[in-house]
Nanobody, 113 residues
Framework: QVQLVESGGGLVQAGGSLRLSCAAS????????MGWFRQAPEKEREIVAA????????YYADSVKGRFTISRDNAKNTVYLQMNRLKPEDTAVYYC??????WGQGTQVTVSS
């Protein structure tokens, strides 16, 4: 089992940037595929980006391609989400997940217009 703690959320103006971090406990972080998800008010949770165990393969939702970058540092048990050119529609609670079955508590991202 792994425990996940997100950080880095906040309030930013449209066009700005934020970097989310997700720190994992346990010794098997490199054995998990990791993903970032988000859930806006009254909307279903959706995947934003995912990264393979080695970090060699990534996936992005069409809505964030070219603006967001997912990365991981297995030595630090951490996965990151660099978010650039943020838009008001990116406003949501952002969650990280390990193997899509272990979840963090989420961090709020609010983008003002």
């Amino acid at each position: 089992q792994v425990q996940l703690v997100e950080s880095g959320g906040g309030l930013v103006q449209a066009g700005g940037s934020l970097r989310l971090s997700c720190a994992a406990s346990g010794r098997s972080f490199s054995s998990y595929a990791m993903g970032w998800f988000r859930q806006a008010p009254e909307k279903e949770r959706e995947i934003v980006a995912a990264i393979s165990r080695s970090g060699n393969n990534t996936y992005y939702a069409d809505s964030v391609k070219g603006r967001f970058t997912i990365s991981r540092d297995n030595a630090k048990n951490t996965v990151y989400l660099q978010m650039n050119r943020l838009k008001p529609e990116d406003t949501a609670v952002y969650y990280c997940a390990a193997d899509y079955k272990y979840w963090g508590q989420g961090t709020q991202v609010t983008v003002s217009s």
